[in-house]
């Protein structure tokens, strides 16, 4: 992936999403947020990046409610 910060400077990344299957088509524009001293830390504004903190917490859920029945069922 590659990105142009305000400033001109043009950023390389590779694999930000941590999947196999890229989000956005090459050319895409996307909006890129970045810190503005390391713009190498970054976030994409995609429904994709928005939504993994919550799947992370509906995956502990289950885990934890899957727990919780199997502790209950003994």
């Known amino acids: ?3 142009t910060t305000t ?3 043009i950023i390389e990344v590779e ?3 941590g999947i196999a ?3 956005y088509s090459k050319g895409e524009k996307v909006t890129v ?3 503005a001293n390391n713009p190498k830390n970054f976030a994409l504004d995609s429904e994709f ?3 993994t903190p919550y799947i992370a917490l509906i995956i502990l859920w289950m ?3 899957t727990g919780i ?3 209950v069922s003994r």
Request: proline residues 4%; charged residues 10%.
């Open 49 to 51: 990046e928005q939504s």
């Open 69 to 71: 029945v199997y502790y």
């Open 33 to 35: 947020y970045y810190e």
């Open 1 to 3: 992936m590659q990105f």
């Open 15 to 17: 694999g930000h999403s």
């Open 7 to 9: 400033t001109g400077e």
């Open 63 to 65: 885990v934890v409610a």
């Open 21 to 23: 299957v890229p989000l």
